[in-house]
């Protein structure tokens, strides 16, 4: 028997939601919605869940991972119910059930919880870097290993048993049977999904919204793999030099487009932003700019009398790092992919 939750609707607007109970059922997000089908009412499904408050069907369903915001379902609602936002935020309500922590839904509904982290953050690198007498050598050092260590630390500790958790909820615990076979075959789609977003395309208007995420992505990977591992800043080969200042230079270029379109507030899926979704553009932009500018400094020989700037870029590492990659919008990244993967697998085993 489904449980209710009377009290769902005012707990999904600290997510960011707006009125769900505005909605009276017409069907216009449905009829405008590209993914909705015979079998899937596509945002109205999630509406009258999360209107009902059923609580339970919303965590195990994967649906509003499938919803890439093209907008048109809020645009087209004559009741300004915004069903598009609505999907947003249950994303986020749903971030913050996978997370075993509880740390998602802490900074996703309390911007005064989310400053005092990245302050926090930022006095702790400063802290560091005085016990370190600001030697660069040092910094430049342990910031290196910093990089390799977190990875490893938010992947294993935070990221898979949320993963896992996700799998529970939405595979697991509705009862689907599927054997490892069928798991080895759709992993395919998860590659798929993870590098190219390409579910994205079938967004009416939607091309050169993909192509910036397609390359943000595509810069955003192979930055995070030219400093951790070709070490891009102490190496000297003029070819990873290069190709560093390439992919810093395109998540800066992509961010500032994003950033832009937010100020300007020049479509439907920019009206309207969390906190989150500043958070996580916004700290992008400033690790491609700073890690070009400190790139930069090092080749002009210049850094060492410019220590404020790696300074800078350390704390936005590690505020990115520890706090937006496992808590904040760019887990919707990883759990928008295992949700296609997770949904290939259900069908698979139907």
Known sequence: ?????????????????????????????????????????????????????????????????????????????????????????????????????????????????????????????????????????DLLHYGHYFEMGAIALVASVILLPNIIHMWYQTVRKPGTEAGLKTYFTCLRDLLVHMFTQKRALGCDDNQFRWFEHFILVLGYLSLLFTTVFLDWFSTQSMFIIVLGYFESAVIFVVTFDFVRRRIQKDHEISKHSHSSDWFFVVWLFLMGLFSFLVRLFIDLNVLQQNMWLFMLQLIVLVQWALLIVPFGKWTHFLYRSFAMYFQEIKLAAN
């Open 1 to 137: 028997m489904a449980r209710i939750n009377p009290e769902f609707s005012d707990e999904l607007k600290k997510y960011g939601a707006f009125d769900a109970n505005a909605c009276y059922n017409c069907g216009n997000c449905t009829a405008v919605c590209t993914l909705s089908d015979e079998d899937n009412s596509f945002p109205r499904k999630m509406v009258r869940y999360s209107v009902l408050g059923l609580e339970g069907e919303i965590q195990a369903s994967l649906d509003p991972w499938l919803c890439y915001y093209c907008g048109e379902c809020s645009t087209t609602c004559p009741r300004e119910a915004n069903p598009g936002e609505l999907m947003m935020s249950l994303r986020r309500w749903l971030t913050a059930q996978y997370d075993w922590t509880g740390f998602s839904g802490l900074l996703y509904k309390s911007l005064g919880a989310s400053v005092t982290g990245f302050l926090v953050l930022a006095l702790a690198v400063i802290a560091f870097g005085f016990s370190m007498d600001f030697r660069m050598a």
